[in-house]
């Protein structure tokens, strides 16, 4: 309180107030006591949250340790050396299998590329003039399913190149015993017999060859297809064609005449492919292409459009490796690029683009075909130069280029003319990569043509080549042998000439030299010390962050001075004491051999922690640790018994496990604290206010009473004087 003072007729009086804000800011300290209390409350859960987890980011860093330790791959490191790196490397993982391994490559993996050349511009016109089917708006198409009752067949390589622009239907009928199946367009009839397709698998090949439309049906069944279901299920079946350009993937076929969707057949993955008019230019037939690698699956083929000169361009189409990512097309102002495709290669036959007065030379500069080579003496073909799917844990990368072979010398050569008695048809993609090294030779019967070594013979039976075009593969595989006959007149090559011809050739292999390497896959580093010492470390470091969470100097002998997060309540933190039972139990090995981790190198120390002993470890090397862990380790485990070491950790450290469970209990803690803190905060205001205003009250009153009582005594003083002077 202070005092004011004022004189009247040398009287003293005084005025007195009281200091408001500080006896609200005593009150309020009293008042709030609740509110730190929970404040402090909430500082401890929030670092209790906190170290819990550090605690499981270390458990983690332990587990994986855990597993490198148990691992069998930490004990079986592997490295691969190739004697000869210009035809294979390897690439190994720890367990690879140990060996040698002896590869022979007869020709690697190659991919598609196509070049089309004598453009003067991106934006030059150009024709589009191959028949195509139309997708969009036909019910038949390439690898169509003719489903009757619980059978099935295959329709595919549809053939339309040679047919005429328009709308074709099917229909079918019976002829006595036959079942009959009519193609019509525009007036225009053609009838075929079709027969029983008896088993799975089991082929006929439907040609159409007067209106120039052509496929093969395959039975899916085990049970066959008749030919009356397969006719019912063609029965009213249609297609379009028109003009534009037909590009073939492996065994999918595009052309520019379709609008493809998700919707269509074939579907797109979700995009739309609008269909291109009959002269675009040669950078919308690009972008074209471009947009089928973008929105089907499997479609791997790319375009690009670059200038080799002023003026001049060339588009080049390529593809992925391997014979079912092979691409032939045509159309293109009049050129194409077809292929009939053998056990290893593509055999391709080149029509250059000449048409309106321009013309545009193709040159194939790789074809498409699959690696074929031999490991340790058995024979593999696959669709890539990186091989991983022999043995687990080796990756064979075949390196630079290898050429399919052929025969080195004899009668025999690619693109060997063959005479019969109407015709002539040649002999291409002559491949010999699987054969041996030796002299083969031709006898023929009829229409059936042996091929013989003088060890081993297969004969095979032809057939008729009916016109122009057509082609058949011959394939001897169980001599390593396969080529392409192509008819190259119009009259046709009848089955038994054609053996005929071939009877009297023969050709030899020389052996193969210099595309062979020599794999050495052995023993890598050994990795056991660094692995013991990681899990070492993490252990150590998961067991120091415990003791300082459990820490409690008060009842317990710790040196620690402070309390920690868990040092009341220990017992939250109990798989800890599990964790440290199960590495002091030891482990077993594959074989469930007990296993001490002290006589691997890891002791135990008073504290709880590990250390690593450099000398058990170096004896236990020397006396086979590799390969006594060979088949890894189970640390913590007991025979006839899934618990260990490895579960304990995992079970905290799962979803619903006890880190999970105390994290969510603490945040849910602290959520509350902080309701309730907030209540008691505003409560605090409200009072706070009351009695700002409550002592200002009193404060004004007693300044008043102050005023009143030095008024009255200036006028007691005046009335005193007043009468002194009477």
């Known amino acids: ?47 209790l949250i906190s170290d819990v987890g550090t605690l499981k980011s270390k458990l983690v860093t332990f587990q994986n340790a855990l597993t490198s330790l148990e691992s069998p791959d930490t004990y079986n490191s592997a490295q691969a050396t190739s004697s000869n790196e210009n035809v294979a490397t390897a690439s190994v993982s720890n367990g690879a299998p140990l060996g040698r391994y002896n590869l022979l490559v007869n020709q690697t993996a190659e991919s598609s590329n196509i070049s089309i050349q004598g453009i003067s511009s991106p934006n030059q016109l150009i024709n589009l003039n191959d028949p195509v089917l139309v997708a ?110 037909s590009i073939k993937v492996g065994q999918q076929t595009f052309n520019t005449g379709s609008t493809y969707g998700p919707n269509t057949t074939p579907a797109t993955t979700g995009g739309t492919i609008s269909a291109l008019g009959t002269n675009p230019t040669v950078s919308d037939l690009s972008n074209w292409i471009n947009a089928l690698n973008n929105n089907f699956n499997n479609a791997n083929v790319g375009s690009s459009l670059v200038q080799t000169s002023e003026n001049s361009y060339a588009m080049v189409i390529s593809g992925q490796p391997g014979l079912n990512n092979a691409i032939s097309f045509s159309g293109f102002n009049g050129g194409s690029v077809t292929s009939s495709l053998g056990v290893s290669d593509s055999n391709i036959s080149v029509i250059n683009g000449s048409a309106n007065g321009n013309s545009f030379p193709i040159t194939v500069n790789t074809s498409a075909r699959d690696a074929l080579f031999s490991l340790n003496g058995l024979n593999f073909q696959r669709s890539s130069n990186s091989i991983s799917d022999i043995y687990s844990g080796i990756i064979f990368n075949l390196s630079n280029p290898v050429s399919p072979s052929v025969p080195s010398s004899g009668s025999l050569t690619l693109g060997e ?108 580093a050994d990795n056991s010390q660094s692995t013991i010492n990681s899990f070492i470390s993490a252990y150590n470091d998961l067991i120091n962050q415990y003791h300082t969470m459990v820490a409690n100097p008060v009842s317990t002998s710790s040196t620690t001075a402070s309390t920690g997060s868990l040092g009341n309540d220990p017992q939250m933190l109990s798989f800890i004491q599990n964790i440290q039972h199960m590495v002091a139990q030891g482990a ?139």
């Open 1 to 47: 309180m202070t005092s004011v003072s004022s004189t009247s007729s040398g009287s003293a009086t005084t005025t007195s107030s009281i200091d408001v804000a500080s006896i609200v800011s005593q009150l309020m300290t009293v008042a709030s006591q609740p509110l730190n209390d929970i404040k402090s409350q909430e500082t401890n859960v929030t670092t």
């Open 136 to 245: 969009d708006t036909s019910s038949i198409y390439d690898n169509f399913v003719l489903t009757q009752g619980q059978s099935s067949a295959t329709l595919s390589n549809l053939i339309t190149s040679n047919a005429s622009v328009g709308s074709y239907t099917f229909s079918s009928s019976i002829s006595g015993s036959d079942q009959l199946l009519t193609l019509s367009k525009a007036g225009v009839t053609q009838t075929v017999t079709l027969s029983d397709l008896s088993s799975s698998g089991t082929q006929e090949k439907v040609n159409f060859n007067q209106m120039g439309v052509s496929f093969t049906l395959t039975s899916d069944s085990s049970i066959g297809e008749s030919a009356n279901q397969i006719a019912q299920s063609l029965n009213g079946k249609d297609f379009n064609i028109i003009e534009g350009f």
């Open 417 to 524: 003319q063959i005479f019969g008695s109407s015709g002539t048809a040649t002999v291409e993609n002559l491949n010999s990569s699987q054969a041996t090294a030796g002299s083969y030779s031709f006898t023929s019967t009829g229409d059936l043509l042996t091929l013989s070594n003088g060890q081993i013979s297969q004969t095979i039976t032809l057939s008729s080549l009916s016109s122009l075009k057509n082609s058949e593969v011959v394939n001897f595989d169980q001599l390593g042998v396969n080529f392409t006959l192509k008819e190259t007149s119009s009259q046709g090559e009848s089955a038994s000439d054609l053996a005929s011809s071939l009877g009297a050739l023969s050709f030899n292999i020389n052996p193969t030299s210099g595309n062979n390497t020599l794999i050495n896959v052995s023993h890598g």
């Open 588 to 726: 077993l090995t594959q074989s469930n051999q007990p296993v001490s981790l002290a006589n691997i190198g890891i002791d135990y120390q008073t504290d709880g922690t590990l250390s690593f002993n450099q000398v058990e470890f170096s004896s236990a090397q020397s006396n086979g640790l590799l390969s006594l862990l060979s088949g890894g380790l189970n640390v913590g485990g007991v025979i006839g018994s899934t618990i260990n070491l490895d579960s304990i950790v995992s079970s905290a450290l799962d979803p619903g496990g006890t880190l999970y469970e105390i994290t969510q209990t603490e945040n849910q803690s602290l959520n509350q604290l902080q309701i309730k803190a907030s209540n008691l905060t505003s409560q605090l205001a409200v009072e706070q206010n009351a009695y700002t205003n409550q002592y200002s009250t009193l404060n004004t009153l007693l300044y008043n009473l102050s005023q009143t009582s030095a008024q009255l005594t200036s006028s007691l003083a005046a009335v005193t004087n007043i009468n002194a002077q009477h």
